[in-house]
Structure formats: structure tokens, C-alpha cells
């Protein structure tokens, strides 16, 4: 997922959390919770920086194989 996706997913958790709470639907241990849980969905690596770490990276030498000149 991208970064500003991500950014904007969790903006959107933040609103609604607080618009439950300022509705009443949540109390104030429970809205408190869910936006640190955002906050932790954030900053959590996604599944695609994790694959570019672990996987197997080719380089290009540039070199031209023995005896075909």
C-alpha cells in the first residue's frame, strides 16, 4: 500500500473515532485505544518493503560472455 493511502486511511480511522466519541458511541478509554492502534497500523512496514528487503536482487555486470566476441 502506498504511503499516502496509508496516510489517508488513518486520517479517516482518527475521524471516525472521534466522531463515535464525540457522538457517544465510544468512551473516552475506548476512542484513545483505537487511535493508538491507527497509530500502530501506520507505522507498521508493509508487506511490500519487507519483500524488497528479503528478496534476491540481480545486478548487471555489463560483461560479455567468454569466447563470443
Same mark, same amino acid.
Given at each position: 500500500? /502506498? /504511503?499516502?493511502?496509508?496516510?489517508?486511511?488513518?486520517?479517516?480511522?482518527?475521524?471516525?473515532?472521534?466522531?463515535?466519541?464525540?457522538?457517544?458511541?465510544?468512551?473516552?478509554?475506548?476512542?484513545?485505544?483505537?487511535?493508538?492502534?491507527?497509530?500502530?497500523?501506520?507505522?507498521?512496514?508493509?508487506?511490500?518493503?519487507?519483500?524488497?528487503?528479503?528478496?534476491?536482487?540481480?545486478?548487471?555486470?555489463?560483461?560479455?560472455?567468454?569466447?563470443?566476441?
Amino acid at each position: 500500500m /502506498t /504511503t499516502w493511502l496509508r496516510g489517508a486511511l488513518w486520517l479517516v480511522w482518527l475521524t471516525m473515532a472521534a466522531v463515535l466519541w464525540h457522538m457517544g458511541a465510544l468512551r473516552t478509554g475506548a476512542a484513545l485505544g483505537a487511535g493508538l492502534l491507527g497509530t500502530l497500523l501506520l507505522v507498521w512496514p508493509s508487506t511490500a518493503s519487507r519483500r524488497k528487503r528479503s528478496s534476491l536482487q540481480y545486478v548487471e555486470m555489463g560483461k560479455d560472455p567468454v569466447g563470443q566476441l
